[in-house]
């Protein structure tokens, strides 16, 4: 694709990267029949070649953004199935992301978005904070449909419709420390202990804890960590997710320094796929770059780890699994075969749902933000899912596991808590009325 830029707009490093991506797009559309919000929406504006235009126009003429870019960039999900697809490598995430701090730095949202945004900025990246908001929302519970009938409203409706009905105390697994193996020890990784997951659902690090501890590998739980930075990088929030990041790689890097690192372990998808871009997120600050780079080259997702460990082949096992590949498993982190290897190894059978590449519509606050998208999508995953007539589902993104959850009675779990089972760890709760 052509471009128009000026040599004073160059200048601008995010600029130039932009520049750089727009010149390889050459248009040729195969990204549409991809895109769930394309395939959803039927309007061109509504896929990534229409995006692409969108945002060239924009940034050429050095425009804030209009409501017109702001309405169909927010409905983007920035589930990268389009970079999966496209058969030139336009890196349309690092594109999308500028035009995302483009808009919150030139366009004032009416006041009904831009109350739901700061409030989810300023609650979901803090456990405790999010902890009590959960225990807010058991009360606000029988108000949601009431909420969800005003417009500016809705978005509230629908955070207490997803909220859960019991909240877990904090876990011990979160808690900063290095946690002792059995036996003798084959490595050293550092987790990131997350925000929204660790009270969603604690025992997703617990049962990651545990596997590692009887494979002989230590796990610190590093002091001064929190949020990767993911869900207010998404909403265009740069600083605070450059703050964000920052903390994590001198948390991880002190862990380093203290006694060695192997990994960094991730066990939630959408934040590894941001974890791995820390490296050109802070390739223009200069206490950071290499920093940020050797964490990113550090990150590894928990299935990824797994699977470098060769795991001995256990005994057939008469459950089935459906396994949802979370966009930023596939299309970010292009992880695809390794969750699904180590499942059939374990001795469960595993089915692939129809349509694997599109996305359950959580991404991040998706879900909360664009509800009728993410509804029609949630509704098009779980009929796929259901018509593998699986007994569970397994996948390795807390939203995912939120999201689809609320859409169907087969049990979903995190593919490390099957793992953890069939290697000898209890056997999961949510399990007990499965065969
Ligand atoms: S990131 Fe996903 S929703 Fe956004 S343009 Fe690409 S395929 Fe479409
Ligand atoms: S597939 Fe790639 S090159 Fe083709 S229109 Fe989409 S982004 Fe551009």
Redesign the pocket.
């Known amino acids: 694709?052509q471009t128009s830029f000026t040599p004073a707009q160059l200048a601008d490093p995010h600029i130039a990267t932009s520049e750089q991506i727009l010149r390889?797009?050459?248009?040729?559309?195969?990204?549409?029949a991809t895109c769930p919000t394309y395939v959803t929406l039927g309007n061109e504006l509504d896929?990534?070649?229409g995006r692409?235009y969108l945002i060239k126009d924009m940034l050429e003429n050095d425009r804030p953004a209009d409501e017109e870019v702001v309405t169909h960039i927010d409905r983007c999900l920035s589930c990268l199935s389009?970079m999966t697809?496209?058969?030139?490598?336009?890196n349309?995430m690092h594109l999308v992301d500028h035009a995302r701090v483009h808009i919150e730095k030139t366009y004032k949202r009416p006041l009904g978005d831009r109350l739901v945004r700061a409030v989810l900025a300023a609650v979901l990246p803090y456990p405790g904070r999010f902890r009590l908001a959960l225990k807010a929302a058991a009360l606000g519970r029988p108000f949601a449909s009431l909420l969800k009938r005003i417009p500016p409203l809705k978005p509230f409706g629908t955070m207490l419709d997803l909220a859960p009905s019991k909240i877990a105390l904090a876990s011990a697994a979160d808690t900063p420390g290095t946690h002792r193996i059995d036996g003798v020890k084959r490595g050293r990784v550092a987790i990131l202990s997350g925000c929204a997951q660790p009270v969603l659902r604690p025992e997703i690090n617990e049962a990651t804890l545990r596997l590692l501890a009887r494979l002989g590998i230590e796990v610190v739980v590093p002091e001064g960590a929190g949020c990767c930075g993911a869900l207010v990088h998404h909403m265009g929030r740069e600083e605070q997710a450059l703050d964000a990041a920052r903390r994590m790689v001198d948390a991880w890097l002190k862990v380093k320094e203290e006694g060695g690192l192997d990994a960094v372990i991730i066990t939630a998808s959408g934040c590894g796929t941001t974890i791995k871009d820390y490296g050109h997120m802070l390739r223009l600050d200069p206490a950071y770059a290499e920093k940020a780079a050797q964490v990113s080259a550090l990150a590894k997702d928990i299935t990824e780890y797994l699977a470098s460990l060769d795991l001995p082949a256990l005994e057939r096992k008469t459950l089935t699994v459906a396994y949802h590949s979370a966009c930023s498993m596939q299309h970010g982190q292009k992880i695809t075969t390794a969750p699904k290897l180590l499942l059939r190894n374990a001795g469960f059978t595993v089915r692939d749902p129809g349509e694997g590449h599109l996305c359950c519509g959580s991404a991040g606050t998706y879900n909360i933000l664009q509800p009728e998208i993410s509804e029609k999508l949630k509704a098009r995953k779980v009929r796929n899912i259901e018509a593998t007539k699986a007994d569970i589902i397994a996948t390795g993104n807390i939203g995912c596991i939120t999201q689809i959850a609320t859409g169907t009675v087969i049990p979903i779990l995190h593919t490390v808590e099957l793992l953890d089972w069939a290697y000898g760890g209890p056997k999961p709760a949510m399990l007990e009325k499965v065969r």
């Open positions: 694709m390889k797009c050459v248009h040729c559309g195969f990204c549409t896929s990534p070649r692409i389009c697809t496209c058969p030139s490598g336009v349309y």
